[in-house]
DNA sequence: CATGAAAAAGAAGCGC
DNA sequence: GCGCTTCTTTTTCATG
């Protein structure tokens, strides 16, 4: 008999596949979501890219965000700029 | 009294900015989970890319995966390869 | 003779192929050098994640770059950060 | 006078920026050399697709490619695929 | 070396 | 329907 891989190693591998394609269909349900919330607040005039980057905000401390937001400042003067 | 949007207005954001933020992190636990059981298949001998590769091709019909072979092996014997 | 393509075809296609390869290593040439650049800027004590920020914003002219910083602030105020 | 960086370094890093915003011209300028490139091949009825897996297999030694599509082929046979 | 961020490539959705 | 932009995924690169 040939064999490539024994059959428990065979399952296995089935296995993992399984999970991680449900797992993945899931996520991209999810994403449907979130795209779905996009456009429902893109009908009421908001916009998709501000959002982005107010949830981009949001998720730095305040620190973190005024500490960056200083050393770029210092980097923009360098160019006349603000 | 200066105002940046209506109250109403600012509400309707706030919501929206907080059920993308819940997908958003719900999409990404599930993506942790699926870095975990590519972690558990690999600690097990499987290989992460050849997994990816198997899932692809999972999700093609067969009449479109033979086809896309068989442009391939075309092209690739432009070049001798094959 | 089976044929599978005409030659014409093939070397056509051969070449095409050879030209976007060699645009492709030139371009990674060019990404080395870029690279090169940021290490040395590194090692004279600049942060690399700021000069990426500033060269984004340098691409943007000044109307553009206010316009999404209103609306941006707009935003933010709604959930009292700034 | 508040200084924000000397002189001398803030020259520096002017001249930092400015490099790399040039090479990171001439790297967009080839990449879009290559979609042109792909733009005339895909006039003259070649897959776009199947073009970038030529260059990819292009990349590996033959044995590796044959290595990968080994190892490829034992997995699609836990799924009684070829 | 392994983790995490950033860039490139690839895929998808949108608008014309 | 097709190109074009945007979004996702992959790979690469820097840092600890």
């Known amino acids: 008999m040939t064999q490539v891989g024994s059959n428990a190693s ?15 269909e899931e996520k991209a349900s999810i994403q449907d979501d979130i ?4 456009a429902e607040a893109k009908a009421m005039g908001y916009d998709r890219a501000t959002i982005r980057e107010v949830i981009k905000i949001r998720k730095m401390t305040p620190a973190v965000r005024q500490e960056r937001q200083e050393l770029l400042d210092t980097y ?3 160019f006349g700029i603000d």
Chains 1, 2, 3, 4 share one sequence.
């Open 35 to 38: 795209k779905d919330v996009f």
């Open 76 to 78: 923009l003067a360098a």
């Open 10 to 24: 065979q399952e296995q591998l089935v296995l993992f596949v399984q999970r991680i394609e449900t797992l993945t």
